[in-house]
């Protein structure tokens, strides 16, 4: 049974938006009594060969709140993602809201302030983003009740959030057939993510469960949405019964065959900075590529 303050008679409206290029799928999660809004995981486009960044995914959820009058009110990452960039500042000029994530991203921004040689002037104190959660945190989405799980593992920054009976679980998990997330990262931990993935399956069975990425294994179609049950029964590292020392053999091994995620180098850079691009000393937008490092 649920430790959690779960209220599962809230049904927020989710509207998914997927994006081919990097597997990701961002949401708007809409409160159904008031016209109140959140956008979780966003994406900004770049096109690594041009060194081009452009908008067209982050303006298809724009464009979806302009037409339906919601009123945005947050603007939140499930963690610092490696795999993509996040849209947030881009949004928040457009739409006004606050830009949230768990507060373990200062973990993230010193050990990658080091990785990518940042001066004084880089923070790392996660001011660039205006609320960090912290374990148990609550926080509304118009008249919907919303609170936060700090889920380590994947990243020190890894939080899901249950917002009625919908948990947004970042990289925490995959559709079962598509198990969990990697832990090799700095400061990730197969140990942690196992115990965390437990706290996710401690949530009711019928909760909905709905993931930052699906890849579509064996072929199927892209999917992102499931249950806390589903999960439990058929999750292909943990379901079943799966103990914690199976969970971290096969996690590390499998990690260990792992190349890097195409876009960790700048999706870090801007990350990192709640979604806003490093400039060089004139102001310029202007990326690092660190060599031999990762």
Known sequence: MSVYPVNMAQKPEVKAFFDEATNTISYVVKDTTSNACAIIDSVMDIDMAAGAITYDHADLMITYIQKNKLDLQWIIETHVHADHLSAAPYIQEK???KMGV??????IQNEFGKFFNEGTDFQRDGSQFDVLFKDGSTYKIGNMEAFTIHTPGHTPACMVHVIGDAAFVGDTLFMPDGGSARCDFPGGSAEELYDSIQQVLSLPDEMRLFMCHDYGPNGRNIQWE????????????????????????FRTERDAQL???????PSLQVNMRAGVVPTDENGNPQLKVPLNKL
């Open 102 to 107: 768990g507060e373990g991203i200062t973990i």
């Open 259 to 265: 190349g890097m995620p195409k876009l960790i180098i």
């Open 95 to 97: 739409l006004g809201g």
């Open 226 to 249: 499931t249950t806390v049950g589903e999960e439990k029964k058929h999750n292909i590292h943990v379901g079943g019964g799966k103990t914690k020392a199976d969970f971290v053999k």
